[in-house]
């Protein structure tokens, strides 16, 4: 955050105290989504969230700001939806423009196994209460007329599903919004701070090592993203944890009126028009587990091609930036959200490709375990000992692009 920012908004730093009832280690959208609801929703605002750079620095900066509930399993479909309905809400709640703007999401399908893919996909988030259709080409091609319904003559559209309710928002405004409503109700955010330790009374965590002394804690909250497996093993936890590197780029502007997202879970890419006229592009997350943050001219050589085979209007932009982020990948894909089995220490992870459309509900629903101590229903399904007892989520829907 550069100081011109940081004047637009009310924020107050604070130096970090000796002990809080709280601290989140990480103050990217869910460890400050999960700060702002503990104090507006249950009046604790004895926290902490520590950050070791700048707020919103990690995943959440990086990502390419897509909202949607389209996931293929009812326990996602479900989360997911919760997500999306709060995002809507999210200007309202905290008074902060995000730049949130519902513009439906095509995805499209290239062979008859991708028409399957769709049908189930619409029919089970119809039947868990998203709204998801499937379109015939000529449908697609009246909601999006930069479409090449010949695929380039490689890849023809035979169909899509269509998803009404996927949406967009402005990343860093999303930070912005939770870190100056929960400063204002009392929280201490506090960036440039890593911790570099647990501390531990017998098996129980109470508290953290950061570079600045110990700070004491009645829960600690992991919320970093792509590093979780390095604070797990703080506490000698094992996480069935990969993480992966996640690449995106964004072009120069395009004229305004490209009107959804269009993705193809069959080409594994996907493409957006930001609020300033750029083509924002993503795919999947590189095969190969690293915590490198390069990106790579394979990368952009790969979805560059992709793209223009089912937009050809993308090969006369110019490619104005490309970068990348790692994200933590768990076994089904699925997040991992609740306790530890550690006393006293808490996760949130697993967001597949970076997790800012669960930011709202990841949120409200760890926020609600801390002051509570009950493990709400929607995110039930999503413990980490789901992995001991064989009851995995198994849904690609987490990777972005399936």
């Not at 306790?339 to 220490?345: C, H, R, S």
Request: proline share 5%.
């Amino acid at each position: 955050m550069n100081e011109f920012v940081e004047t637009l908004l009310d924020l107050t730093w604070h130096e970090p105290k000796k002990s809080y009832d709280v601290v989140i280690i990480g103050a990217g959208g869910h460890g400050l989504a999960t700060a702002w609801n503990l104090a507006t929703k249950h009046g604790i605002t004895n926290v902490a969230v520590l950050e070791a750079n700048y707020i919103g620095s990690g995943n959440t900066g990086r990502n390419t700001t897509i909202i949607r509930a389209n996931y293929g399993i009812p326990e996602s479909v479900r989360f997911y939806q919760r997500s999306l309905d709060l995002y809507r809400a999210l200007e309202g709640e905290t008074g902060c423009s995000i730049v949130h703007s519902t513009k439906g999401l095509l995805w499209l399908a290239h062979t008859e196994s991708g028409m399957r893919a769709e049908r189930a996909r619409a029919l089970m988030n119809q039947a868990c209460g998203a709204e998801t259709v499937m379109i015939t080409p000529e449908e697609a091609l009246e909601l999006c007329p930069q479409l090449d319904l010949s695929g380039g003559g490689r890849y023809p559209v035979l169909g899509a599903s269509y998803h009404p309710g996927g949406a967009t928002a402005r990343h860093d405004r999303v930070v912005w919004a939770y870190a100056q409503g929960a400063m204002r109700q009392g929280v201490h955010v506090v960036p440039h701070t890593p911790v570099v330790g647990l501390l531990r009374d017998g098996e129980r965590v109470v508290g953290v090592q950061t570079s600045s002394g110990p700070i004491s804690a009645g829960v600690v909250l992991s919320a970093v993203g792509g590093r979780v497996t390095t604070v797990a093993a703080m506490a000698d936890l094992r996480l069935p944890i990969r993480t992966h590197p996640l690449q995106a780029l964004v072009t120069n502007a395009y004229a305004p009126g490209f009107g959804p997202i269009v993705a193809s879970s069959e080409l594994l890419c996907y493409v957006s028009q930001t609020g300033r006229g750029q083509m924002l592009m993503g795919a999947e997350f590189d095969s190969q587990p690293s915590y490198s943050m390069q990106s790579s001219y394979e990368f952009l050589q790969t979805v560059s091609t992709r793209m223009i085979h089912m937009l050809p209007f993308l090969r006369n932009l110019r490619i104005l930036r490309q970068w990348a982020g790692i994200c933590d990948i768990s076994p089904d894909y699925s997040p991992i959200m609740g306790f530890t089995g550690v006393e006293g220490l808490l996760i949130t992870t697993g967001w597949g490709t970076w997790g800012f459309k669960a930011i709202p509900a990841g949120g409200e629903a760890m926020a609600e375990l801390i002051a509570t101590g009950v493990t709400p229903k929607l995110i039930a399904a999503f413990g980490l000992s789901r992995f001991a007892a064989d009851h995995a989520m198994a849904d690609q829907g987490s990777a972005g692009t399936r």
